[in-house]
């Protein structure tokens, strides 16, 4: 087009002069007008209609990068958010946390409006929310069974997701009874279900409010993907909580065994774990702590097993040799604990647990706070639990005549600030006597 003068305009533009004129056309739809000055004959009217035609293409052909970049640029973003959900995902130590990392990562690919996670526990055919994006009020929390026409039993029973892009009034009733009161205003829904080892253990359930375009299946797809990673992750934290149940019976049972030894002690081992996780929880401590002070507790004479039973159960006041091997079990139970890893932390409470707080305990006669802060709690619980249950030689004492012996053991058996402490849970009624070994309910077993 070198010598001729023109102008491109948009095609709602104003057009110059009477020459020729053509569109530049993409994809069906005007670009624009191109119009030459100049007499209006056929040849420079071809001449424009070629140039138009090779600025059409030339335009697709940019227009094909833009859109193939765009598409590139959407899958890295796709692609990052999986990456960092799968991170997030492996770090989960519970369904809420699960839960919580699927639902704000499709937040981020997948547009809705109310997200919830619904823990399924198969053997129980039971379902419940363990976690909410959107409005959380209403979302039935506690464990429900899974009723046969719920959008939840649909995709788990399907295994595969369920979309719906609109709304009947009665689905939208089932809904409601699903998810509570947001239902109200659903539009479409996305259901999709969480698979561990080809088990269904959950649901992650979007839903759009009416007004909002429809769920796609591409939006299916990208659920369906951080769904996989969420029942590789219940898998995980399952195994984990197995291994940790196993691990608790374990325990439990090693101490019952221990206590079954002595006619006179049945259930005193998680009696004294009861006891001192409730002081540990008075003094703040965390989950973790709380966990391993139990264990310390519910162990802290199983040393015992290497005591003889005629000596355990021997009526009459022991001989100085046979106290002497009495005395050795705190020692026995440490060496025992110490070959096994996962026990470590809990060797110092099983060892030091007949210390006194002025110095006069055994096995190494530690003062004061030089006692592990295990031991010192543990003391505090064996003694308590030993004052409020029955022995050969006398009735168990009231809880009353307890607190009191603690007050006045305070400072020349127990850590001054600990007894208080533990004083004050007795009066208030938190720490009571228990008959009986106490039922596991926690991780540690002795939860209340
Ligand atoms: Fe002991």
């Known amino acids: ?7 491109v305009l948009h095609a709602t533009g104003r057009l110059i002069g009477m020459g020729p004129q053509a569109h530049v056309v993409l994809e069906g739809a005007s670009q624009g007008i191109v119009q030459i000055e100049g007499p209006h004959d056929s040849k420079g009217q071809d001449l424009l209609d070629a140039a138009c035609h090779l600025l059409g293409e030339k335009l697709r052909g940019e227009s094909e990068k833009n859109v193939l970049a765009g598409d590139i640029l959407g899958k890295l ?5 999986f990456y960092e959900a799968s991170d997030a995902l492996a770090n989960a130590h519970d369904l809420h946390a699960v839960g919580q990392q699927v639902l704000s990562h499709a937040a981020q690919v997948i547009g809705f409006d109310w997200g919830g996670f619904v823990a399924y526990d198969s053997e129980r055919s039971q379902a419940r929310i363990v976690a909410v994006i959107g409005d959380p009020e209403g979302a039935p929390r506690t464990w429900r069974p899974v009723e046969p026409d719920s959008f939840t039993w649909l995709s788990l ?3 595969e997701p369920v979309l719906l892009p609109e709304f009947s009034e009665s689905e939208r009733q089932r809904l409601r009874r699903e998810i509570g009161p947001r239902a109200e205003n659903a539009g479409s829904l996305l259901a999709i279900p969480t698979l ?7 649901v ?6 009416r007004g909002r375009p429809a769920f796609t299946s591409a939006d299916a797809k990208l659920a369906g993907a951080l769904a ?3 029942g590789v992750s219940v898998g995980h934290i399952q195994l984990h909580e197995g291994a940790k149940e196993m691990f608790f019976s374990t325990v439990w049972a090693l101490a019952s065994a221990v206590d079954a030894k002595d006619a006179y002690t049945h259930g005193h081992s998680q009696r004294v774990a009861r006891y001192a996780g409730q002081l540990g929880r008075a003094l703040g401590f965390d989950d973790d702590e709380i966990e391993r002070l139990e264990l310390s507790a519910v162990l802290h004479d199983v040393g015992k097993i290497g005591v003889p039973e005629a000596i355990l159960n021997k009526p009459d006041r022991l001989t100085v040799a046979e ?3 009495m005395k050795s079990h705190p020692e026995k139970g440490a060496e025992i604990l110490s070959s096994i890893r996962a026990m470590r932390d809990i060797v110092p409470g099983v060892l030091h647990h007949h210390e006194r707080y002025d110095g006069m305990g055994y096995p190494r006669g530690l003062k004061g706070e030089n006692i592990p802060l295990q031991a010192r709690i543990i003391v505090l619980a064996d003694t308590y639990d030993a004052m409020t249950s029955t022995r050969p030689y006398r009735n168990a004492l009231p809880s009353g005549i307890a607190l009191d012996e603690v007050r006045r053991c305070t400072a020349s058996q127990f850590d001054p600030r600990l007894a208080e402490v533990f004083a004050e849970l007795i009066e208030r009624g938190i720490i009571r006597p228990v008959e009986g070994p106490v039922v596991p309910s926690g991780r540690g077993g002795a939860r209340s």
């Not at 087009?1 to 102008?7: A, C, D, I, P, T």
């Not at 973003?77 to 958010?81: G, P």
């Not at 561990?196 to 959950?202: E, I, N, R, T």
């Not at 992650?204 to 409010?209: D, E, I, M």
């Open 1 to 7: 087009m070198s010598g001729v003068r023109g102008s």
């Open 77 to 81: 973003q796709e692609l990052s958010v």
């Open 157 to 159: 029973n399907a295994e």
């Open 196 to 202: 561990s080892a080809s088990c269904p253990v959950g």
């Open 204 to 209: 992650v359930l979007l839903v759009k409010r």
């Open 228 to 230: 996989t990673q969420a």
């Open 323 to 325: 106290m002497s091997v």
